[in-house]
């Protein structure tokens, strides 16, 4: 079964500062992968996804993630922190071959202080 | 450029009332999704629907019901709420195939008391 962890439930940075958010997952197959953020009272929006392809996938507002087969990881990363980034992160992870649901990670809280 | 609406948005329940959620969508997508979110949980799935007229069990389906009986709209169910029914609800859609990004709605705060 496929699984999905988020590493670190709360992750702070200061304005300007390199952003990195931590997923790693688990699958039989070379799964299908999502960022998604949520804002405060809000649905998810798509960040970015890994579906086949450039390891390196170049979302939405500056952030991009590395697929590393070799490590089961796709980490997010920002390279310059905006307090507007402040929201919640959730890492997917989908079957190409048996699913159409997402599994979802439990969510990284990301926090920018100026 | 409505995408996902959910309906209602809050909503405050005694325990054993019923009600139903409703989810539309406008994007034509062929899969509907319910998820509940709870504080540390994540989004986990209770039922999902791959076209008009089927439904499946997601991941949490215990004390819901659904249905799709047009293309645009998916309905849950609660049919005796409980209170540990008591969660964020959120609904999406997305095109055929896993590699397809689900559209969420701004969720249904829900209340049981």
């Known amino acids: 079964a496929q699984s999905v962890t988020q590493l670190g439930s709360h992750v702070s940075v200061s304005e300007g500062a390199l952003v990195l958010l931590r997923c790693n997952y688990s699958s039989s197959v070379p799964p299908y992968l999502f960022w998604y953020v949520q804002y405060p009272n809000q649905g998810l929006q798509l960040l970015l996804k890994y579906t086949t392809g450039a390891t390196l996938v170049k979302g939405i507002n500056g952030f991009e993630a590395e697929f590393k087969k070799s490590e089961t990881s796709f980490h997010l990363t920002k390279p310059s922190a905006h307090m507007s980034d402040a929201a919640e992160y959730f890492c997917?992870?989908?079957?190409?071959?048996?699913?159409?649901?997402?599994?979802f990670g439990k969510g990284t809280t990301l926090s920018v202080s100026s | 450029n409505a995408g996902v609406t959910q309906t209602p948005k809050f909503r405050v329940l005694k325990t054993g009332q019923s009600m139903t959620l409703l989810c539309a969508q406008d994007m034509n997508h062929e899969y509907m999704y319910w998820y509940r979110q709870d504080p540390g949980m994540g989004l986990r799935l209770i039922h999902y629907?791959?076209?008009?007229?089927?439904?499946a069990k997601g991941e949490v389906p215990d004390g819901y019901n659904v249905s799709r009986l047009k293309k645009q709209n998916f309905l849950l169910g609660l049919e005796s709420a409980a209170p540990s029914q008591t969660s964020v609800y959120f609904c999406?859609?997305?095109?055929?195939?896993?590699?397809?990004?689900?559209?969420f709605g701004d969720g249904t705060r829900l209340s049981i008391l």
């Open positions: 997917a992870v989908s079957d190409p071959q048996a699913g159409t649901a997402l599994i």
């Open positions: 999406a859609s997305s095109y055929l195939g896993a590699n397809q990004p689900q559209h």
């Open positions: 629907s791959v076209g008009e007229g089927t439904t």
